[in-house]
């Protein structure tokens, strides 16, 4: 079945460390998107990808990074100057950048301890 | 900047129906939809470009509005599987994608 594998689904992360959050699919989509979503609210955009070797800051990009070396994968670095990077961390994927809907990844929940 | 959505929480009672809208200040290509249950990934309901058409699946349809930049999403005859967290998100002809703060629905027996 085609989707999109997010891991791992838990992660704690101490202060000051950076951490790699994985998100691959096999839908043969050309976009790609990493979300967060902090409790009781919306989805706000942090990095997108519209072909390989391409991507885009979104709104909350700072404290961030990405790389999209393969079409089926698309990575996220939560770095160290981040300071607030306690969230649930959404992946998502769509056949191109408009006119389609997202299919998303089962997230990972990301926490500083 | 994000559309917006109202209401912000909705319950129900099995059967009655239910609208969410979604306003944008800025010009759109299209608006789409979305439904979260309570720690899982939002799941795609539909897809609706500009032009003003409306779309439907199953009990649940929504309508786009190009000159208002408004959509609302239409729940009919509601059941217990409808609830959870709609999300609204826009995209303008530049590609980004912004999600509204989303519409918690509550549908009891």
């Known amino acids: 079945d085609g989707g999109i594998t997010q891991s791992p689904k838990y992660l704690f992360r101490k202060e000051g460390q950076n951490v790699t959050l994985s998100c691959e699919q096999n839908?043969?989509?050309?976009?790609m998107y990493w979300y967060r979503q902090d409790p009781g609210q919306g989805l706000r955009l942090i990095y997108y990808s519209q072909i390989v070797n391409d991507f885009q800051k979104g709104d909350i990009a700072e404290g961030y990074s990405v790389s999209r070396e393969k079409k089926e994968s698309f990575p996220l670095t939560v770095t160290s100057a981040q300071k607030n990077p306690t969230a649930f961390y959404l992946c998502a994927s769509s056949i191109a950048l408009l006119g389609d809907g997202y299919t998303f990844g089962s997230g990972t929940r990301l926490t500083v301890v | 900047q994000q559309p917006v959505q109202s209401p912000q929480a909705v319950i129900l009672r099995e059967g009655e129906d239910a609208v969410i809208n979604c306003s944008s200040s800025k010009a759109l290509y299209s608006v789409h939809w979305y439904r979260q249950k309570h720690g899982e990934a939002p799941v795609f309901l539909m897809i609706l470009l500009k032009g003003g058409e409306q779309k439907g699946h199953e009990k649940i349809s929504a309508s786009f509005n190009e000159k208002k930049q408004q959509s609302s999403l239409y729940l009919t005859a509601s059941q217990l599987s409808y609830s959870g967290t709609y999300f609204c998100g826009t995209h303008t002809n530049a590609g980004k994608s912004t999600f509204g703060d989303g519409t918690t629905l509550t549908v009891k027996p």
């Open positions: 839908l043969n989509h050309d976009a």
